[in-house]
C-alpha cells in the first residue's frame, strides 16, 4: 500500500470512528429527541407548562440549554411536538381498515378500542393533550384537532344510529362527548404496572359503553 493510499485509509477509519462515538452520544439519554420529549412532558405536569423554562428542562437532563436546542428551537415546539404525538396516534387509529370499512357500529367499537390503546400506550402525551386550555397557537391547533377527531367520532356515532345499531333515545352528540369522556378518564386513575393491561382497561369500557348503546333485538 502507498504512504498516499495509507494516509487516507487511516483517515477513513478516524471519521467512521467519529461518526460512530457521535452517534452514541446523541443516543445517550437525555440527548436523542425522544428522550427530551418523555423528560419535558413529565416536567411540563410537575411544573406546568407555562412554569417550565429551558433551564429546568437542561437541568433535568443533565445536559446544557445549547443540547436541547441542537433537537428544538424552543419550549413552545417542545409542546407542538408532544401533543401532536398523541393526536397523530388517534388520527392513525381513524386510517385504520377497520374503522373504515363495515358496519357503523363496529367500526365505532373499532375506534373506541384502539382509542383506549393509544391512551394507554401514549399516557403521558394523551395527558398533556387533554390539559391544554388554548393559551397559545400550538395549543388552540391542538384543540382544533381534537374537535376535528371528535367530529369524526360524532359522525360514526350518527351513522351508527341511521343503520338503526344504536338506540335511538339518546342523542349523538351526547354519545360521542359521553364514550370519549370516559376513555379521557383513563388518565385520572391509570397507572402502568397496576395489573390491568390495556386490552382488559379496553374490553370493560367497551363492554360497558356498548352494551348500554346497542339497540336492544325486537
Known sequence: MTDSAAKSAQRGNSQRG??????????????????????????FHERGYDGTSMEDLAKRLGITKSAIYYHVPSKQELLRLSVDRALDALFAVMDEPESVTGPAIDR???????????????????????????????????????????HHVGELVAEAEREGSLRLDVDPALTSRLLFGMVNSLIEWYRPRHGLSKNEIADAVTKIAFDGLRRPAT
Request: glycine share 6%; hydrophobic share 40%.
Open 108 to 150: 365505532l367499537h373499532h375506534v373506541v378500542w384502539r382509542s383506549v390503546e393509544v391512551l394507554v400506550d401514549e399516557l403521558p402525551f394523551v395527558t398533556l393533550l387533554l390539559r391544554v386550555r388554548g393559551n397559545s397557537k400550538v395549543e388552540r391547533q391542538a384543540l382544533a384537532r381534537r374537535r376535528e377527531f371528535d
Open 18 to 43: 467519529n461518526s460512530q462515538r457521535g452517534n452514541t452520544q446523541r443516543g445517550r439519554p437525555g440527548y436523542d429527541l425522544d428522550s427530551l420529549l418523555h423528560t419535558a412532558v413529565k416536567v
